[in-house]
């Protein structure tokens, strides 16, 4: 049987529900607790694929090829696991498996309400997520009050007293404002958000307090008490230098204290001893290095955050802030890479979809090849490599992805009608299939070749696995020009072309999968650690 923990949001949103869940799972995987994680959100949608990520920031793809949240990536990020495509679900999930279970018969004659049968649906899935683990994290997103989130909070509430249900715990993240004029901190808001759960049946066990400045004991006590919880559960979440930090701070709070008594664990200890020496190294590192970050959705940093992180995470294994120089590919066009890129040690172009931009793209591609400064590029950003290479080194004019140009005389990059997919089953892909689920998605293996730069980063494995996320392919028929002329395939993935990096060049790798998917602060990935370290020993 299984114990539930449930992070609800109060007052507002991005107050980091998910880095919340994320560090309460850490301290008690490192616990010894066999944790699961799950995150319910509200939207119709089936799931954030087709979304832009300038809405919803980045689509993350688990190992089994969903396109989930991007707080299933913070999941993965802190507890080291790979999580599933059940530990994310939406209500547009809740309602097409209701609606296709009714139109098949299977409610016999039932009138079908939100009330049993949408709640049921969602009961059922949390505890399908529960299934195997002593404990699920359960962070619902939304905020408390949305008219959408209202049969999810219905369902938690439900699960109170649930026979199969060992346990519940519910633990509400809120706002404490801070007003200048007054010099206050403020709980009205927290108040306010706590009698809401209330009113709908849920009395949280926990506040976790997000403020800018730290409580006061008589502060602390005062929220207790309006909030119905003990003094010491209510936890402070000041800002923190690093969100690696959090589990640590919460750890110093004994957060732990009170789940254990509630849900009945025996004292908790978490050896967190190695995370946090690589904690003080984001904090306060020795050696520092700037990376060129070449992409086109740089309104919101979210788009690219499991990149992003990752470049923390291999820092932190270097002793090293890695520091992002944002360029947008759109001002390369204008300005020219040399004048954004120069004070750069290195150059990541990062994937993307669509046409803007991408020639900005590829004018960051030929400034790093030539000036051998390393060069990583993901997905399109390696998709373009071959594109750079046939233009300006084998000549092939007009050469393109036809993603971008449909008539290329030169296809390096091109869409493979019949694909099989992870499963098994035939993929027909043309350019006017439909966008949802209709991509490349999750992990596949890849051969490396002896004595490429791939192969040593990933200390000598002749097999290594990585998640995918695109439409569009290399186009095996140029492969003898393109090595003809110095650009190597290193990696191979059942005939598909995977990675390609340049003779002579002291550190070029373009790869078709998505490294930063994998990296974790304890394990960073081995492609994005390499190319730190090259970034390193050019700077
Ligand atoms: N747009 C390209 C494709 O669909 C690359 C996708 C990506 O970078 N994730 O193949």
Redesign the pocket.
């Known amino acids: 049987m299984t114990k539930y923990i449930f992070v609800t949001g109060g007052v507002l949103s991005s107050l980091g529900k998910g880095i919340t869940a994320a560090s309460v799972g850490t301290l008690l995987k490192h616990s010894g607790k066999n944790v699961g994680m799950l995150k319910i959100d509200p939207y119709i949608n089936v799931d954030p694929g087709t979304m832009s990520p300038l809405e919803h920031g980045e689509v993350f793809v688990t190992k089994d090829g969903a396109e989930t949240d991007l707080d299933i990536g913070n999941y993965e990020r802190f507890l080291d696991t790979s999580f599933l495509k059940t530990s994310n679900f939406t209500t547009g999930q809740v309602y097409s498996s209701v609606i296709e279970r009714e139109r098949s018969g299977g409610y016999l004659g039932q009138t079908i309400q939100v009330i049993p049968h949408i709640v049921g649906e969602i009961v059922k899935r949390i505890k399908e997520a529960g299934e195997g683990h002593e404990v699920l994290i359960v962070e619902l997103g939304g905020t408390v009050g949305d008219i959408e989130g209202l049969p999810f909070m219905e369902a938690i509430r439900q699960m109170k007293h649930d026979d199969e249900v060992e346990g519940t715990f519910f633990i509400h993240v809120t706002l404490i404002p801070f007003i200048k004029a007054a010099g206050e901190l403020k709980s009205k808001p927290t108040q306010h958000s706590v009698q809401e759960l209330r009113r709908i049946g849920i009395t949280p066990q926990m506040i976790i307090a997000r403020s800018e400045l730290p409580l006061p004991k008589t502060f602390r006590k005062k929220l207790a008490m309006s909030c119905d919880v003990s003094s010491n559960s209510v936890i402070e979440a000041l800002d923190a230098a690093s969100i690696y930090d959090v589990p640590m701070s919460f750890l110093r709070q004994n957060i732990l204290g009170p789940i254990a008594k509630e849900l009945g664990f025996d004292e908790l200890n978490p050896n967190m001893e190695e995370w946090d020496a690589l904690v003080k190294k984001i904090v306060q590192p020795k050696k520092r290095v700037v990376v060129g970050f070449v992409g086109k959705y740089l309104q919101l940093k979210e788009s690219y955050k499991s990149l992003t992180e990752s470049l923390i995470h291999s820092g932190a294994h270097l002793d090293t802030r890695v520091e992002i120089c944002w360029v947008d590919s759109e001002a390369i066009e204008a300005r020219g890479a040399q004048e954004l890129l120069k004070d750069c040690d290195s150059v990541l172009v ?5 046409n803007r931009g991408v020639e900005g793209k590829i004018e960051a591609i030929k400034y790093a090849r030539e000036n051998k400064i390393p060069y990583l590029g ?4 390696m ?1 373009l490599t071959l594109v750079e290479y046939a233009r300006n080194v084998l000549g092939f004019e007009g050469a393109n ?1 036809v ?1 971008f140009d449909e008539n290329t005389p030169y296809p390096m ?1 091109y869409l493979i009608d019949n694909f099989l997919d992870q499963s098994g089953n035939t993929q027909l892909r043309t350019h006017k299939s439909p966008m949802g689920g209709t ?1 490349r998605l999750g992990e596949y293996p890849c051969d490396t070749k002896d004595g490429s730069l791939l192969r040593k980063a990933y200390g000598g494995a002749k097999t290594i696995f990585e998640r995918h ?5 290399a186009n095996p028929i140029y492969r003898e020009a393109l090595e003809g002329a110095g650009m190597i395939v290193t990696g191979e993935s059942d005939g598909l072309i995977e990675t390609v990096e340049i003779k002579g060049h002291p550190w070029f790798l373009g790869v078709q999968f ?1 490294p930063e998917f994998t990296s974790r602060l304890q394990t960073p990935n081995p492609s994005i650690l390499a190319f730190v370290q090259a970034t390193l020993d050019a700077e």
Do not use: K, N, P
């Not at 990062?350 to 669509?354: E, I, T, V, Y």
């Not at 993901?378 to 950003?381: D, E, K, P, Y």
């Not at 996320?469 to 392919?473: A, F, G, I, K, L």
């Open positions: 990062a994937g993307g979809f669509g993901i997905c399109l950003g998709q992805s993603e990059i991509l996320r695109h439409r569009y392919e998505h």
